[in-house]
């Protein structure tokens, strides 16, 4: 009886997961068709030297929408490295503060108008044993996630030593999150808001590098109010 419970649950288990990479599936032939048909429309009316004044506007469009297809490719090979068990990490020492500066410096030059980017941090230098490249990964998440959402107010970029543990957090000022909607923001292919492109693995991603890093991923929101993204890492090293 207990087999055949569990073979029960396992069945209905891989018909969940073959339904939902087909919703994936279907989802992305838009998301990716979309960015796409942008990028060849604007860029055959630019090669047609017919835009005029347009031009720069146009550019701008081809910039963007080549910005979203790339994030698209980036998040469908990632969650394949992973789930292939190809996905490496390659810790070193990494000095965590300057990391911040760096990282809010980018994302400064990306800000909506009217919102402000903070960064509150140590004034010495925090160092860590990690993976520079994959920590920067979650990071831009975060961030590209909070300036989507955020349209007036402040996107604080964090980092706080507790003890043997390191958090790092991004806080806005944003839309938020329905509280029935929170236990389903680091399920694959969900997307949380249907109106805003994306792929719907960019935080599930971000959950398996940092428990790959060995520490943790959470989040807290609230509808009106913005949303708080934090990674706990140990802290090796500082």
């Known amino acids: 009886v207990r087999w055949s419970k569990e073979l029960i649950e396992a069945k209905a288990r891989a018909e969940?997961?073959?339904r939902m990479k087909s919703v994936f599936l279907a989802t992305m032939s838009h998301e990716i068709r979309t960015p796409l048909n942008a990028i060849v429309?604007?860029?055959?009316l630019i090669a047609a030297g017919d835009c005029g004044e347009e031009q720069e506007e146009y550019q701008e469009?081809?910039?963007s929408n080549s910005n979203l297809l790339l994030q698209l490719v980036n998040d469908i090979l990632d969650l394949s490295r992973i789930e292939s068990g190809k996905s490496e990490n390659h810790f070193q020492p990494v000095e965590v503060t300057g990391l911040l500066d760096e990282v809010g410096k980018v994302h400064s030059l990306k800000m909506t108008a009217g919102v402000e980017l903070k960064i509150v941090a140590p004034a010495r230098p925090v160092w860590i044993l990690t993976d520079r490249n994959r920590l920067t990964q979650v990071l831009f998440n975060f961030l590209s996630n909070a300036i989507k959402n955020t349209h007036e107010g402040a996107i604080t970029l964090g980092l706080e030593v507790c003890g043997e543990w390191l958090k790092v957090y991004v806080?806005?000022?944003?839309?938020?999150?329905?509280?029935?909607?929170?236990?389903?923001?680091?399920?694959?292919?969900?997307k949380?808001?249907?109106?805003?492109q994306g792929t719907g693995l960019g935080l599930p991603i971000c959950q398996s590098i940092v428990e790959r890093l060995g520490g943790k991923i959470s989040v807290e929101s609230e509808v009106g109010v913005g949303s708080t993204f934090v990674m706990t890492l140990p802290c090796l090293l500082y």
Do not use: Q, W
Not at 177 to 189: Q, S, W
Not at 192 to 196: E, G, K, S, T, Y
């Open 41 to 44: 429309g604007f860029s055959e």
């Open 16 to 18: 969940e997961s073959d």
């Open 171 to 190: 806080t806005d000022t944003g839309c938020g999150i329905a509280k029935e909607k929170l236990p389903l923001i680091f399920n694959r292919f969900e």
């Open 61 to 63: 469009i081809i910039r």
């Open 192 to 196: 949380l808001n249907d109106f805003v």
